[in-house]
């Protein structure tokens, strides 16, 4: 690995995953804790529409992305709140029509060939410095709400009727995990593309949960994860000319199996 750092590309690949890494960890504990995964996923996808519309309009990508998933993020949120019984299938709905007008719009940009690759599957190797700078925002942007509303976030997570019941604004702060995930998802969709990101917002959530007991414990063993994932998964590719969002994700996957024996044989 040490080899591989001395090529720029990979040295930004590498700040890129731990910035990304940050924001994962701490979102998708929340995420995780409060079950909206499938939001996240259609989130994640939805958000094409912004990156076709952004193509089309010759604005920066994840500039559209961004904007597209916070309002795609929220209406998935009204929609889960409002239609409880119905949300998966009417959240399912939002994800193909985004994937659809982001297609849709590519193809009417004219003399622009778009290679859908790098969007579906990530490419954290062609990061610049630009987008690092737009990741290093989201995680200040992201740490400093948790750190601020962070027993909000804590009775909000383990009981939402009685932090209502208390005075917390939990639906607020409900939509306002949602605006936070969206960015996340946006920087994923660089790292890992926008068909794994589900995966990487929710493993090492999920791993940390079963090993910690308090909620800031589990988003800094999260955040751990995510590094380290990225990290071997980077070299791995390196070392193997592999794509990089896939074997980051299927060392995240194995430690998902290792970790889910490992409890399973705990005394």
């Keep these: 690995m040490w080899e591989a750092l001395q090529f720029e590309f990979m040295r930004h690949a590498l700040a890129a995953g731990v910035l990304v890494s940050i924001s994962c960890g701490i979102i998708g504990v929340l995420v995780v804790v409060n079950r909206i995964a499938m939001i996240s996923g259609g989130i994640a996808h939805a958000s094409y529409g912004g990156i076709g519309l952004a193509v089309f309009s010759g604005i920066a990508p994840f500039v559209g992305a961004a904007g597209f998933a916070v309002v795609m993020g929220l209406l998935m949120g009204w929609i889960s709140l409002k239609q409880k019984q119905r949300s998966d299938a009417v959240i399912g709905a939002l994800w193909a029509i985004g994937m659809a007008i982001g297609i849709l719009f590519i193809d009417l940009s004219p003399g622009y060939n778009v290679d859908l690759m790098s969007y579906l599957f990530g490419s954290i190797l062609a990061v610049g410095k630009q987008e690092l700078w737009f990741m290093l925002t989201i995680d200040v942007l992201t740490l400093a709400t948790v750190i601020l509303f962070y027993k909000e976030f804590l009775a909000m997570s ?64 999260s955040i751990l994860l995510s590094i380290l994932f990225v990290t071997l998964g980077l070299w791995i590719s390196y070392n193997f000319n592999l794509s990089s969002g896939a074997s980051i994700i299927l060392v995240a996957g194995a430690a998902f199996f290792l970790s889910h024996i490992f409890q399973k044989n705990r005394p």
């Excluded at 960015?183 to 917002?201: D, E, H, N, S, Y």
């Design 158 to 221: 383990y009981d939402e009727q009685f932090a209502e019941v208390t005075g917390v604004p939990v639906r607020a702060l409900y939509f306002l995990v949602l605006t936070l995930t969206s960015f996340t998802v946006v920087m994923l969709i660089k790292v890992v593309g926008l068909i794994l990101v589900i995966a990487l917002l929710t493993i090492p959530p999920y791993i940390s949960v079963q090993f910690t007991s308090t909620l800031g414990k589990m988003m800094g063993f």
